[in-house]
């Protein structure tokens, strides 16, 4: 073999063990890259910030009955049997996001796991048209959204990407998501007051976090003027931190964040008047909270209040078995739709009229003489 052929075989070979190793490597970088997560989602500067992780939910056998109820869509049952599958089951993290500014979207819906984009796309629109709308499918960036294209204002649009998330929102905020989830503006991961308040309640399986802007605080403070309780320790509040943990234990841990220290201790001493009062409130032992809500500790230190309570997972669990019997009551009771066509009730006959005068006089009777004028 002449020595040019045989150094570009060796060269071929190298060539294809850098390739095969370039190639190894960039499957397990992908492998190991972390799902986008549902704060990358979540547009900066939200007003209200809520994260659940789905996973640690079903794993609680107390919290196991709040996701695996039967879902159904209202006046098309079961959403198994329009969709033919559950959007649910594969979803492992779930965050809701309420924008500060508000606009024409109340609020966003982050849903990230094992997502099939097809199956849900067409599910969706299965429900759209069973509600007699005209379902549009249409590309935004690498997403693709559907919404129902009969309503004449811009109602709640499904947005989904290979991989995730699922997005849920409407008009302008749905857009600033998206924008979010492919990077091109800041995302509630990167919000510094959201994650310092996150941070201070606790890792959670349930956090929630609410931070007011400027403008919301100046309400605050107009609403509070108005209702006559100027000097309140109340508007000195700048957000508050939620964080629910499940282990051996449930833990509810909560921060509240104050602009100065001795407004904070006098909304500390507040809430524990208030917990003192609801503690023998009927509804609180009708929840069962009247333990609980006793061993619930309230401090406060410089411009922070925490508080903090543990339960058994029994205690939880008859906790979310008494908030889903309350949840299906409240179900049974709800007023019919207004366009509700049923036909209406027939109504009874009308009883003849009465007089005080006696009954009527006989039709073969002569009327009576008139009384005579005055003169």
Known sequence: MQTRTRNALVFAAAAAVVVGAVAWLWQKREMARPLPGTLDAIPEGALL????????????????????????????????DVCGFDPMAGLTELGVAVPAAGGDGDFGL????????????????KVIEARGGRSVVNPIGAFRTVRDASQ???????????????????GSYLRSMIDAAEGRVPSARADGDHTKLAAEAG???????VVLTPEQRRTLLEEIALSGAQGSPAASVLGLGLSVSIGERVGLSGVVACDAAPACADLAKIFEGKRLAQSDD??????????????????????????????????????????????AAAGRERPPAPDDTREPRPRPPEPPPTSSAGPPPDKDEPPPNPAPKRR
């Open 49 to 80: 910030v809520a994260t659940a992780d789905l996973g640690a939910l079903r794993r609680s056998p107390s919290f196991a009955p709040l996701i695996s109820e039967t879902r159904e869509i209202p006046g098309l049952g079961k959403v198994r």
């Open 110 to 125: 982050v849903a990230s796991g094992t997502i099939d984009p097809d199956a849900l796309l067409s599910c969706a629109s």
């Open 152 to 170: 004449s204002t811009s109602g709640a649009e499904i947005a989904v990407r290979e991989g995730g998330p699922v997005l849920v929102g409407a």
């Open 203 to 209: 890792p959670g399986a349930l956090r929630i976090t």
């Open 282 to 327: 009927m509804l609180v032992r009708l929840m069962g909270l009247g333990p609980i809500l006793s061993r619930l500790r309230i401090t406060s230190e410089g411009p922070r209040i925490a508080a903090r309570v543990d339960m058994s997972t029994d205690e939880a669990t008859e906790l979310v078995t008494r908030v889903i019997a309350l949840r």
